[in-house]
């Protein structure tokens, strides 16, 4: 006599509530080790107060595009994106690894990103099933971008005459945003600030022609030049600013070539493989542009 098999649990699906924001921490890390781990990567780094802080800076402002499933009221997924005017930019969406492979992440996607037509999203490079569900979506694959660490050995290109850094109010960034990511992010500068992070203009004489920021704990970005060939020097005068660090983190998008071929050469290394920046269109200049984080655009 056989016994007959257990049914499936019936997935059930909510809006997250910040209490959730924990669970959805580890379920990042199980599923991201799984993944890892199958490709014969070494593990996510921990950093859970980091990751929970951001989860709640983001659900914070876009509390309706949080989602989790739960699986006999156990959490075993979970979708959170971001709005910037049109664009819903979709910075977590995690599976349990026993859960995968149900339309579990499908859904939450769905639901997620709901009554949006400009989409984007960074995922990781070895999923090419991942890539293949955006894409299902509309955001395909069209930018690389790469982490580096390190801190350069040799000099990198200094500023041309007549420009120079100064302290820069978040609002007076907003031009820029627009210019070159077709965005704007108030809360995000605010949040960086609260971060303890840094924010410098750069000025051509009078005129604003980029903004950056440098955290004391080593991390660079997001940085926006008005002109390419600045991006380099900016960079480099940026990290100068802080001597002391050791160790810098800083994302580099491949088409920012200049940039990351000098910091390579520079004695700065990549850290593991890169991850894709994917969308429905290409609205973001990331040859002006270096991000703060690939769960933001």
């Known amino acids: 006599m056989t016994s007959n098999p257990r049914p499936k649990a019936q997935i059930a699906y909510r809006l997250a509530v910040p209490t959730d924001l924990d669970a959805c921490a ?13 490709r014969g990567l070494p593990a996510t780094p921990r950093n859970r107060e980091a990751t929970v802080r951001l989860f709640a800076h983001m659900h914070r402002f876009a509390p309706d595009r949080w989602w ?10 979970f979708g959170g994106s971001s709005t910037y005017q049109e664009m819903v930019y979709l910075g977590f969406l995690f599976v349990l690894p026993d859960t995968q492979a149900a339309g579990v992440g499908r859904r939450l996607l769905e639901l997620s990103m709901h009554d949006s037509s400009y989409r984007a999203v960074a995922i990781a490079s070895y999923q090419p099933i991942s890539a293949a569900l955006y894409s299902w979506y509309g955001m395909t694959p069209r930018v690389p971008m790469y982490m580096l660490s390190g801190n350069p050995r040799t000099e990198l290109p200094t500023l041309p005459a007549g420009f120079h850094l100064g302290r820069l109010k978040a609002g007076a960034a907003e031009p820029l945003d ?17 971060l303890g992070r840094r924010r410098f203009g750069l000025f051509e004489g009078t005129e604003l022609v980029g903004y950056g920021y440098i955290q004391e704990v080593g991390r660079l970005g997001p ?10 020097p900016f960079a480099g005068r940026l990290l100068a600013e802080m001597p002391d660090v050791e160790t810098w983190l800083v994302n580099v998008p491949g088409v920012a070539s200049e940039t990351f071929v000098a910091l390579l050469r520079a004695g700065m290394r990549l850290e593991g493989p890169p991850a894709i920046y994917c969308a429905t269109e290409q609205r973001i200049d990331h040859s002006r542009y270096l991000p703060a984080s690939f769960a933001l655009p």
């Open 26 to 38: 580890d379920i990042l890390y199980v599923a991201s080790d799984a993944l890892s781990a199958s």
């Open 68 to 77: 989790v499933a739960e699986d006999n009221e156990r959490i075993v997924g």
């Open 178 to 194: 627009m210019e070159v990511c077709g965005l704007t992010r108030a809360r995000d500068h605010e949040w960086w600030e609260s």
């Open 223 to 232: 940085i926006i030049v008005r002109r390419e060939e600045l991006l380099l």
